[in-house]
């Protein structure tokens, strides 16, 4: 079946820091990809998504590209900031009637 | 505008009590999702409504679990004979229309906890 695995927290980073989550998954068609945050305290946002294969996604210095012979949604951002913390979640949507999501991210950033 | 809202925020139940939570879409949003959130794990889909089609309930876990939506906008799911293992929060999302890649609008949340 569909699903989305996505690299296991916690990570804490110093800012100004180059930040990679890591993002793989499987599906049976051709899926979107998406990324969302969750910042403490609210809920659950978009953050970048792609939509076909070497797409790129980008959003607030983030940037995830659609790798589709890696099966990869990568998840950078070149110098992360304190209010970049949050949890990340990584997920797919095939048709759009299920979305897969990753068991999310945390991430803390440090002054 | 206004987004997703969820109520109750918060509900602290007994083992074995009924218990509803309700989800109002974003205005005009024809698509609506429901997802639990354990501790520890990802999102969980329970079921997904598109416009006045059958509800797509694969995810519910169990017959306990029950949904519905009416007149295509506020929903309310209920869990009936609650389980301490039922204890999550309980998220609502909403789209505009059913698509792979439209963006979901989430609520804050309904976090229950079964005692």
């Known amino acids: 079946g569909d699903s989305v695995t996505q690299m296991e927290g916690p990570v804490t980073l110093s800012e100004e820091a180059f930040l990679t989550i890591n993002c793989t998954y499987t599906a049976t068609g051709y899926p979107s990809l998406f990324w969302y945050v969750q910042y403490p305290g609210e809920g659950l946002q978009l953050l970048l998504k792609?939509?076909?294969?070497?797409d790129k996604g980008s959003n607030k210095g983030f940037e995830a590209t659609y790798r589709k012979e890696t099966t990869s949604f990568h998840l950078e951002k070149g110098s992360v900031q304190v209010s970049d913390s949050a949890v990340y979640f990584c997920?797919?949507?095939?048709?759009?009637?299920?979305?897969?999501f990753g068991t999310g991210t945390s991430l803390t950033v440090i002054p | 505008g206004a987004g997703v809202s969820q109520s109750p925020s918060n509900k602290v139940t007994e083992k074995g009590k009924d218990v509803e939570l309700r989800c109002d879409p974003i205005?005009?949003?024809?698509?609506l999702y429901w997802y639990r959130q354990s501790l520890g794990q990802g999102l969980e889909f329970l079921i997904y409504f598109q416009g006045n089609s059958a509800p797509d309930k694969s995810g519910l876990p169990s017959d306990r679990f029950s949904a519905e939506r009416t007149g295509g906008s506020v929903s309310t799911l209920t869990i009936q004979r609650t389980q301490q293992e039922d204890s999550a929060v309980y998220l609502c999302?909403?789209?505009?229309?059913?698509?792979?890649?439209?963006?979901?609008?989430f609520g804050p949340g309904t976090r229950l906890t079964v005692l």
């Open positions: 205005s005009g949003h024809t698509a």
């Open positions: 792609a939509t076909k294969a070497d």
């Open positions: 999302a909403s789209s505009l229309v059913q698509s792979s890649y439209n963006e979901q609008f």
């Open positions: 997920a797919l949507s095939v048709f759009g009637n299920q979305f897969y």
